[in-house]
């Protein structure tokens, strides 16, 4: 059955079962119509199986039924993260247009009534809400709910936790991004890190198990961090979990920022490879996974490179009562405005019915949502006349003939994404493909016999998930074959010469795709000449900017992982560890600093050390440059690397 005639069928089953004017007798007669109907299709006996007895206004035109609603209490905040909203905090809607604690209920009871069987209460911060023991206490009461849930910064929940407990409230996510507490400041812009660690210590000693912690992980904020997550599960019975970077209004995403599941998962089976896969149920949105022995777990949400729409139980009421069926969506039915103008129990549930039966199959593509004009592009694809204008500020780039390389830059410079010798329409599939295929870190082979041109690999230069775009196989010696031609590429000797330049002497970026895969670190230092009132009130901990050393460290590790962007011939490196250690040499009145930078992978990290010691010094500086301009930076150098083609190196 097409899904709009399957639409069509729930949502006139939906009207013939509730319709107000309906006595009991014919409503029941209507509902045995509808059940009727629905039985005459292959997918309508399916549905009838295996949702009864629940509720057909929470169940959507695909057969999802929707048993989880997430409450938001306060659109206020005590921490101003820098993924989630702007720094000068949102507009606040009036507190009269919020919904009231009795209308909370309220809606609730009408939920639970339909099939509800888990609630949690979100924000803002759901625990800066006076009423929200008050609150949970009596959402406790409600028959049929199973969980009550709450996610919160922390910063409250030591405070709150024992109240909350006793009120009802059996599960806790916990959100935490970072293990550093000067991190901590600079990510949400607040103190409060060991306050946060109190809430989650205090709710492993109350007995919540587990207690969810979750971290949004960022490239350049605070991915180094991903082993460390782990590790904290070691001794504790938390499920640390993993959520990709999604765009949200006001957090400036960008896509380069997004870390991606497979990614994290690699990095953490260099270190453990023993990592188990554990089993979750059908409407989970995590991936979990355990060390072995470990007491936590750790779990990855993958909202950005693989969806789970398909599996989604999920309501969302917002904190002025409008009712959300996807969290991406724009779509909103407010239910306080027919609640305040006197709707029966009856005509809500109809609303609320008629939202649910409207929702889509999938929200829009999160991985197209940092190009503007390709939201809705899976659903409509471009014309041939179109296609030149919709991904203009797309680069594609393939390897081709090199009879077809010029018109291929030829298209490029124009702005169009597709490729010679190629229908416009069937490269939309390909070039989304490739896009989703970035974000999940893999590589794309375009196989396709009616094309004119070769088989080769597409790399979509949109953002800094690593994709090995060669997906090689060992040969003899150091070569390497390649799938799509067979052919086998020799490992480049050492060089004698410039490896930046062309023939005609034009800056150029070194091809490190024959090169073979290896363990690769290195180790650079600088030193801060202060002058002795500077160095004094760095020891003492007086600048006014704060504190010198810890800012210089989390300056030095963030410019190691944006080396690539900072220089421009330089290769993205996937590091799985960066250190930055400041120490106050009293001698010189000076701070010195070392870095070490270590990466699986084929070209060296020597100069996301030396961009770490550098940016630290730089930051010391900038820190104390009020206190006095007398300051030098010196002793810039490479101590010591490993690993590449090319040897060991230590300086003496």
């Known amino acids: 059955m097409a899904a709009a005639a399957w639409g069509r069928l729930v949502r006139g089953a939906r009207g013939a079962v509730s319709r107000r004017a309906c006595s ?148 806790i996510n916990i959100s935490l991004d970072t293990l550093v507490p000067a991190k901590f400041e600079f990510i949400v812009r607040r103190k409060g890190f060991h306050k946060v660690m109190e809430g989650i210590h205090k709710a492993t000693e109350l007995g919540y198990r587990p207690v969810k912690v979750n971290c949004v992980v960022m490239r350049g904020f605070n991915e180094d961090e991903v082993l460390d997550f782990v590790d904290f599960t070691k001794d504790l019975p938390v499920d640390v979990r993993f959520i990709e970077y999604m765009p949200f209004d006001g957090n400036k995403w960008n896509f380069k920022k997004m870390v991606s599941y497979k990614e994290m998962l690699d990095t953490i089976k260099q270190r453990w490879p023993e990592l188990e896969k554990l089993p979750c149920e059908t409407s989970s949105t995590a991936k979990s996974y355990k060390v072995p022995h470990f007491q936590g777990q750790i779990s990855f949400i993958t909202s950005m490179s693989e969806h789970f729409c398909g599996s989604c139980n999920r309501l969302r009421i917002t904190a002025d009562g409008n009712l959300k069926v996807c969290l991406f969506g724009n779509s909103e039915v407010s239910l306080r405005d027919h609640l305040r103008s006197g709707a029966s129990e009856e005509e809500l549930i109809q609303i609320i019915g008629a939202a649910v039966g409207r929702k889509k199959k999938q929200h829009a593509e999160l991985a197209l949502m940092s190009f503007p004009l390709c939201q809705d592009g899976l659903q409509n694809p471009p014309n041939s006349k179109q296609w030149g204008h919709t991904f203009s500020h797309l680069t594609l780039t393939a390897s081709l003939p090199k009879q077809k390389g010029k018109a291929s830059m030829k298209n490029k410079l124009r702005g169009q994404l597709f490729l010679p010798g190629s229908h416009p329409e069937k490269q939309w599939h390909i070039a989304i493909g490739i896009i989703q295929t970035q974000l999940r870190g893999y590589c794309v082979f375009q196989k396709d016999p009616s094309s004119t041109f070769d088989t080769k690999c597409l790399d979509a230069s949109v953002g800094q998930v690593p994709v090995d775009c060669q997906s090689k196989e060992a040969c003899s010696g150091s070569e390497f074959h390649t799938r799509d031609s067979g052919s086998c590429t020799k490992v480049p000797p050492a060089s004698d010469n410039l490896t930046h330049t062309d023939e005609e002497g034009r800056a150029t970026m070194v091809d490190v795709g024959g090169k073979p895969d290896s363990r690769r670190s290195a180790v650079a230092g600088a030193v801060v000449l202060l002058g002795e009132k500077a160095f004094r009130m760095v020891r003492q901990n007086q600048v006014k900017k704060g504190d010198v050393l810890a800012v210089a460290q989390i300056a030095g590790i963030q410019g190691a992982k944006l080396t690539s962007q900072l220089i421009p011939l330089c290769h993205n490196i996937p590091l799985y560890h960066v250190e930055v250690s400041l120490s106050l040499d009293e001698a010189r009145h000076a701070v010195v600093i070392r870095s070490a930078c270590h990466t699986w992978g084929r070209t060296g990290v020597e100069m996301e050390a030396l961009t770490a010691a550098s940016l630290a010094a730089l930051t010391v500086y900038d820190m104390c440059k009020a206190v006095t301009h007398d300051i030098v930076i010196q002793e810039l150098k490479l101590l010591s690397k490993t690993g590449g083609q090319r040897g060991d190196f230590s300086r003496a």
């Open 24 to 171: 009991s007798g014919a409503r029941a007669r209507a509902a045995s119509a509808a059940a009727q109907e629905l039985q005459s299709s292959g997918r309508g006996r399916f549905v009838l199986e295996h949702a009864a007895p629940f509720s057909a206004f929470l169940m959507d035109s695909f057969g999802r039924q929707h048993n989880y609603l997430r409450i938001s209490l306060t659109e206020k905040c005590n921490l101003r993260c820098q993924y989630c909203m702007p720094e000068e905090g949102v507009q606040l809607t009036p507190k009269s247009e919020l919904l009231t604690a009795q209308e909370i209920i309220t809606l609730a009871r009408l939920f639970v009534k339909e099939g509800v069987e888990k609630i949690r209460l979100t924000g803002g911060e759901p625990l800066i809400r006076p009423d929200v023991v008050d609150i949970v206490g009596q959402l406790y009461k409600l028959e049929g709910l199973k969980t009550i849930a709450v996610t919160t910064n922390g910063i409250n929940l030591t405070r709150l936790l024992p109240r909350l407990k006793e009120a009802g409230l059996n599960a």
